[in-house]
């Protein structure tokens, strides 16, 4: 016989839910399924089921109430590890108001479904962040680009005027038609836009650029992009003008117009600090490379055995062994020692295709997830490469 019953959500929402019985192995079982909600759902939002068991005794009989609850795994992907998820999930149950308060550390939770899309959609944040991390860091954002009809909100426009801010053509009319600039002030930042004087001869533009280059150096939190000053109305070259950019060179705010950078060189490599990767294996390597060849991590090493990229986790480990982005990984690969190890302890993974799931392989989810970033990673440095065979032998 069904029945029906009214529970409150966490959001204040009423949920009707509708109960059936059954019996199994001498248990009466109380299946309790969401009906609907009261108000409208949001249909971009994805709902996962969960499902809480409570167990209790009626007239002599035990009891076990399934609670069915949806919730939207997305958001929880800012949580890096299964047992906070698993704790976030009984929070929200404990706050719905179904159980009492003494009912709580009794539950059972069936969770496995939705555990397996957080995963997903775990990988989905960390790859968004990972592009958002390259395209900040990568040396072709430093490229101004040649048609700009937008700016992101800590972009500047960075344009040729004339000291009296008479902006009536060129790059100049773009930047007060789309970008802020103001008509009458010829220097300076304003609104998205930055004007530096061009048309008052080579010495004086050098000045204005030098001012510029403080201020970009002060405002580290906007990004630059300077067009071809001095190279349209004023009549100046690129050869005459880049020299006068020389001390942005090394300043990550600000992109350069191609042909400055093809005269001026490209910006000054990076120094990695690889050193902390060799100091941590060197305690450590053989130890990792015999665990995966025996098909099975039981020690502690993923950080820097197998390296992600820096920010996607926010443990000192996962602080201090990140790479900053496509350039250093590639520095770590083309490393004689690390790029060797990291190659030889994939293809001891490799050994194990076919005959062992990764989780075993790797002892928990958590370090699945780290290895699958850490291939992804090194899969774009070096493309059709080993990282690749082992993206498709176990992911």
Same mark, same amino acid.
């Given at each position: 016989?069904?029945?029906?019953?009214?529970l $409150?959500?966490?959001?204040?929402?009423? /949920?009707?839910?509708?109960a059936?019985?059954?019996?199994?192995?001498?248990?009466?079982?109380?299946?309790?399924?969401?009906e609907?909600?009261e108000?409208?759902?949001n249909? &971009?939002?994805?709902?996962?089921?969960i499902? =809480?068991?409570?167990?209790?005794?009626?007239?002599?009989?035990?009891?076990?109430?399934?609670f069915?609850?949806?919730l939207?795994?997305?958001?929880?992907? !800012?949580? &890096?590890?299964?047992?906070?998820?698993?704790k976030? =999930?009984?929070?929200?149950?404990?706050?719905?108001?179904v159980?009492k308060?003494?009912?709580?550390?009794?539950?059972?939770?069936?969770?496995?479904?939705?555990? $397996? *899309? %957080? !995963?997903?959609?775990?990988l989905v944040? *960390?790859a968004?962040?990972?592009?958002?991390?390259?395209?900040?860091?990568?040396?072709?954002?430093r490229?101004?680009?040649a048609h700009?009809? +937008?700016l992101?909100?800590?972009?500047?426009?960075v344009?040729?005027?004339?000291?009296?801010?008479?902006?009536?053509?060129?790059?100049?009319r773009a930047?007060v038609?789309?970008?802020g600039?103001?008509?009458?002030q010829?220097?300076?930042?304003?609104g998205?836009?930055?004007?530096?004087?061009?048309?008052?001869?080579?010495? =004086?533009m050098?000045?204005?650029?030098?001012?510029?280059?403080?201020?970009? &150096?002060a405002?580290?939190?906007?990004?630059?992009?300077?067009t071809?000053?001095?190279?349209?109305? $004023?009549?100046y070259?690129?050869?005459?003008? /880049?020299?006068?950019?020389?001390?942005?060179?090394?300043?990550d705010n600000? +992109? #350069?117009?191609?042909?400055?950078?093809d005269?001026?060189?490209?910006p000054?490599?990076k120094?990695? @600090? #690889?050193?902390?990767?060799?100091t941590?294996q060197?305690a450590?390597?053989?130890?990792a490379?015999?665990?995966?060849?025996?098909g !099975?991590?039981?020690?502690? %090493?993923i950080w820097?055995?197998?390296?992600?990229?820096?920010?996607?986790?926010?443990?000192?480990?996962?602080?201090?062994?990140?790479?900053?982005?496509?350039?250093? $990984?590639?520095?770590?690969l083309a490393h004689?020692?690390?790029?060797g !190890?990291l190659?030889?302890?994939?293809?001891?993974l490799?050994?194990?295709e076919?005959n062992r @799931?990764?989780?075993?392989?790797?002892? +928990? +989810?958590?370090?699945?997830?780290? #290895?699958?970033?850490c291939?992804?990673?090194?899969?774009?440095?070096?493309p059709?490469?080993?990282?690749?065979?082992?993206l498709?032998?176990?992911f």
């Open positions: 016989m069904a029945t029906s019953c009214k $409150a959500a966490t959001d204040g929402r009423k /949920a009707n839910f509708k059936q019985n059954f019996l199994l192995n001498g248990i009466v079982f109380v299946i309790l399924q969401t609907k909600m108000n409208n759902q249909p &971009k939002v994805m709902k996962v089921k499902t =809480v068991i409570k167990f209790e005794m009626q007239n002599g009989k035990k009891v076990g109430k399934s069915v609850f949806e939207d795994p997305k958001p929880m992907a !800012r949580y &890096k590890t299964e047992a906070t998820v698993r976030k =999930v009984q929070d929200y149950v404990m706050k719905s108001g159980f308060p003494d009912e709580i550390r009794e539950l059972q939770y069936d969770m496995r479904n939705f555990l $397996a *899309e %957080w !995963r997903r959609q775990l944040a *960390e968004e962040e990972q592009a958002k991390f390259e395209a900040a860091h990568s040396q072709s954002s490229v101004t680009p700009i009809s +937008s992101k909100e800590n972009e500047v426009f344009f040729g005027s004339n000291e009296q801010g008479l902006h009536h053509g060129g790059a100049a930047a038609e789309h970008f600039a103001i008509m009458g010829g220097n300076g930042l304003q998205h836009s930055y004007a530096i004087p061009s048309m008052s001869g080579l010495a =004086v050098s000045h204005y650029v030098m001012e510029f280059c403080e201020f970009a &150096k405002h580290p939190h906007l990004k630059f992009l300077v071809p000053i001095g190279c349209g109305i $004023a009549g070259s690129a050869e005459q003008v /880049a020299p006068l950019f020389s001390n942005c060179r090394d300043m600000i +992109s #350069l117009p191609a042909a400055f950078w005269i001026m060189g490209q000054t490599a120094e990695y @600090d #690889l050193e902390r990767f060799l941590a060197n450590s390597y053989q130890r490379l015999g665990e995966i060849r025996a !099975r991590k039981r020690s502690h %090493w820097y055995i197998f390296p992600q990229q820096k920010g996607l986790g926010h443990s000192h480990n996962s602080q201090l062994y990140g790479l900053d982005g496509i350039d250093e $990984a590639r520095a770590y004689p020692i690390l790029g !190890r190659r030889e302890i994939c293809q001891a490799l050994t194990h076919g @799931d990764i989780e075993e392989i790797m002892g +928990s +989810s958590i370090d699945v997830l780290k #290895l699958q970033t291939m992804n990673l090194f899969n774009r440095v070096s059709n490469d080993i990282f690749k065979q082992v498709e032998a176990f």
